[in-house]
């Protein structure tokens, strides 16, 4: 008893992959070759492809499998116990070297930028009427 079809791709990940005869082959109206050599060329395409496809996976699968499974772990092992640790560092001290700028700002700069303010609130400019 046969299986039924399992889907492979769920997400859709290799949609943009279509393989199939009619996705990759198609005669217009005015060309169009004998009905038995289309049907053939379509069962030589199916079966090729099927073959080349499966004897790829078969001597390449299990290797690249574990290539990419190491590559992904990898990755993982990367952002889980240094990435993710080194960003949070990198927050704590940005909010600490925050307040330490805020108060600096606070209590030096913005009383220097008021004292100027007041200072320089109290000129005046006239214009002369003569241009010389």
């Not at 791709?9 to 038995?36: M, W």
């Not at 307040?99 to 209590?107: A, M, P, R």
Request: glycine residues 6%; negative net charge; proline residues 3%.
């Amino acid at each position: 008893m046969a299986s039924p079809k399992q889907d492979r791709d769920p997400n859709g990940i290799n949609e943009h992959i279509q393989a199939n005869f009619e996705d990759v082959f198609a005669e217009s109206d005015g060309t169009r070759s004998v009905d038995c050599v289309w049907e053939t060329s379509q069962a030589c395409f199916a079966c090729s492809r099927n073959c080349c496809y499966n004897f790829m996976a078969i001597q390449c699968g299990l290797c690249l499998a574990l290539f990419w499974g190491f590559q992904f772990a990898c990755i993982a092992f990367e952002h889980v116990w240094c990435l993710t640790p080194a960003i949070k560092l990198f927050v704590i001290n940005c909010s600490a070297m925050q307040k330490c700028v805020g108060n600096l700002v606070g209590c030096v700069l913005a009383p220097l930028c008021e004292t100027c303010g007041l200072l320089f609130s109290n000129i005046s400019i006239q214009h002369s009427g003569s241009k010389g």
